[in-house]
């Protein structure tokens, strides 16, 4: 079986830019989050999806949005990049929400560069 | 400030040592989760600690719940080449519905 997918795995924007990032959960699982990881440190929460509805949202600027399509796929979107944004973007999938406590199974990434 | 402080920040060490690393923080979890980190790749999970004192062992790693649930520790004996990595704690924050991380050990085996 499939694990999460994310495309692209690497991208180079320019400062002012648009990106987005994509992210295929694993086959019959409901909820994706969206991590940010800036090098030398641990994931941060960006988004949490289930059943196609935002349930978590962290501490990240306006310019950070995403969505989940009827098929549990997901995209972020980032808008007006800025150098800081550069960072390793991780897509997680599980069964059901983050209060079940349920595992989660991360992607391998997308690594976006933004000079 | 972090919510997870995660120590040491980076340790090298030669093959056949063992080893400790913490996950601190202020706060009480229902849980606690390890997870280990390879260049290139995700966070893959290895193990979940739920009970105040729980010890859980995973061939040479034990890991550890503190007894009132405000931190944990993660033991490897006779480290190996192999163990090298970014090892993070992460707990779930119960209501906000999000996994919050430590910034991790990156830890290096040398053989």
């Known amino acids: 079986d499939a694990g999460v997918t994310q495309s692209p795995t690497h991208l180079i924007k320019t400062r002012g830019q648009h990106v987005t990032l994509r992210c295929s959960p694993i086959?019959?699982?409901?909820?994706v989050s969206w991590y940010q990881q800036v090098l030398g440190q641990g994931p941060q929460f960006i988004f949490q999806?289930?059943?196609?509805?935002?349930?978590g949202r962290g501490n990240f600027p306006d310019r950070f949005s995403a969505r989940q399509f009827p098929n549990y796929s997901s995209e972020l979107n980032v808008n007006a990049l800025l150098l800081g944004d550069s960072a390793l973007y991780l897509c997680?999938?599980?069964?059901?929400?983050?209060?079940?406590?349920?595992?989660?199974?991360f992607g391998e990434g997308s690594w976006l560069t933004v000079v | 400030t972090q919510l997870l402080e995660q120590s040491p920040q980076f340790l090298s060490i030669q093959e056949g040592e063992n080893l400790t690393v913490y996950c601190n923080s202020s706060?009480?979890?229902?849980?606690l989760q390890w997870y280990r980190q390879e260049p290139g790749e995700g966070p893959v999970l290895l193990v979940t600690?739920?009970?105040?004192?729980e010890v859980k062992k995973l061939k040479r790693l034990t890991f550890q719940f503190g007894d009132a649930r405000k931190d944990s520790s993660l033991h490897i004996t006779a480290a190996q080449p192999g163990d090298t990595g970014l090892y993070l704690c992460?707990?779930?924050?119960?209501?906000?519905?999000?996994?919050?991380f430590g910034q991790g050990t990156r830890l290096t085996i040398n053989p």
């Open positions: 600690v739920v009970t105040g004192g």
């Open positions: 086959s019959g699982h409901k909820s």
């Open positions: 992460a707990a779930i924050i119960q209501g906000a519905q999000k996994l919050v």
């Open positions: 997680a999938s599980s069964r059901q929400d983050a209060r079940s406590g349920n595992t989660i199974y």
């Open positions: 706060s009480v979890f229902s849980s």
């Open positions: 999806y289930y059943e196609k509805e935002e349930r």
